[in-house]
């Protein structure tokens, strides 16, 4: 059984950081990219970052990019992802996604999904 455990969400101001991780369990991950998806109230889930097994390739949104930063550690199989300069706009449930490469993870092709953290950017 394989489970995605996210943390590190919460309510931050306008301009404020948060650091959000996933731990990952239940099996080997060899070769899995790992990432994040997001879905904000009223609206479809939205890709955010991606990054291959050896951290060596990451994929971010074009309106993300500069203010994000996604990570790994692969010995404690989790994955990070820094925001910082948050605006009310990134509020939403930020999910952990574990695919087969991280163009899976971009265009949708999720083999786990974690249960989801909220993140709220208050104004």
């Known amino acids: 059984q394989v489970q995605l455990v996210e943390s590190g969400g919460g309510l931050v101001q306008a301009g404020g950081s948060l650091r959000l991780s996933c731990a990952a369990s239940g099996r080997t991950f060899s070769s899995y990219a790992m990432g994040w998806i997001r879905q904000a109230p009223g609206k479809e889930r939205e890709f955010v970052a991606a990054i291959s097994w050896g951290g060596g390739n990451t994929d971010y949104a074009d309106s993300l990019k500069g203010r994000f930063t996604i990570s790994r550690d692969i010995a404690k199989n989790t994955v990070n992802l820094q925001m910082n300069s948050l605006k009310p706009e990134d509020t939403a449930v930020y999910y952990c996604?574990?695919?087969?490469?991280?163009?899976?993870?971009?265009?949708?092709?999720?083999?786990?999904w974690g249960q989801g953290t909220q993140v709220t950017v208050s104004s």
């Open positions: 996604a574990l695919a087969t490469s991280t163009r899976a993870v971009q265009l949708g092709g999720i083999s786990y």
